[in-house]
């Protein structure tokens, strides 16, 4: 199976796990939530540690690997935050940005510089971004206040930088290092399961918190933890392979389109065709960024 049949089933699982999640949190707190998600990914991953060769499992790697599940804890709590209070057709729709992100962090950090096609990709990004915003009868910068102002937006620009340098980090422990993708997916899931036990005891009441997780989003979470780590695993198998990591990011935000259209009218929200498009003009930009 090629990355790219992964990243595909990858994108369309995304887009499902986005849609429960929605579903689950227009009764459940961001925090619960993701707790609970992250104690039954744990318990349905448990078994891969068990087919996992543990040579390459150093304390180098494995503080790495616990180091890269805070960052990716940290990016996933602030995504719910911001999936539970906007409409999903926006929220999935801005997360096209990702591949714009991965390629300014590398100019900033790495100093590598951006192409004609990369520039022109950002240049859709923002486009895309103005047309998702505007509304009518409203002045020409209103809808740059907007996401300048909305501090949710600012959540899921902040999560996609932080998945932006955990995905350079996954791409060096699979396939620098050799870690097999079920083992890291295992160890992975427990060390996030960790992190928000943590959270949970700190901020949001410990384990009656989590029970209570658990009583609120009943069989969707269930549901949203197994298409998690159906796309997780996909992902996983994708960067391992894939000649860039650029090139996974840009072809599972094909997910994006899909939960804008599918969930705006699952949920009812409002100018479908008008985000449809802002959605495909980003998506645009983000082909233009892999060129």
């Not at 009656?208 to 996983?236: E, H, K, Q």
Request: net charge positive.
């Amino acid at each position: 199976m090629s990355w790219i049949a992964f990243i595909l089933l990858s994108a369309v699982l995304a887009s499902a796990s986005t849609l429960a999640e929605k579903k689950t949190l227009l009764r459940e707190h961001a925090l619960p939530f993701a707790a609970t998600l992250a104690f039954v990914a744990a318990l349905f991953s448990l078994p891969f540690i068990f087919f996992a060769d543990w040579a390459h499992f150093t304390p180098r790697i494995v503080t790495a690997m616990y180091l890269a599940s805070i960052a990716s804890a940290a990016g996933f709590l602030l995504l719910t935050k911001a999936l539970r209070h906007m409409e999903v057709s926006v929220a999935s729709s801005l997360l096209i940005f990702s591949p714009a992100i991965a390629s300014i962090l590398a100019f900033i950090v790495l100093g590598e510089a951006l192409t004609r096609f990369q520039s022109a990709g950002i240049v859709f990004m923002i486009i895309g971004s103005y047309v998702l915003e505007a509304r009518k009868g409203e002045s020409m910068l209103e809808p740059f206040r907007t996401l300048w102002s909305s501090k949710y937006v600012h959540f899921i620009l902040w999560a996609l930088l932080l998945y932006a340098g955990t995905s350079l980090l996954d791409r060096f422990l699979l396939n620098g290092v050799g870690i097999q993708p079920v083992a890291y997916l295992g160890v992975m899931h427990l060390f996030l399961a960790v992190n928000f036990g943590v959270a949970m005891a700190w901020a949001g009441g410990g384990f009656p918190g989590i029970a209570a997780g658990f009583r609120s989003g009943g069989f969707w979470t269930f549901i949203v933890a197994f298409l998690t780590i159906g796309y997780r695993m996909a992902d996983t198998f994708a960067i391992q392979t894939a000649p860039a990591v650029g090139l996974v990011l840009a072809l599972k935000r094909l997910s994006t389109l899909i939960t804008t259209i599918v969930g705006g009218e699952i949920f009812h929200e409002h100018h479908i065709l008008r985000k449809s498009i802002a959605c495909a003009i980003m998506l645009a930009g983000g082909f233009l960024l892999i060129r």
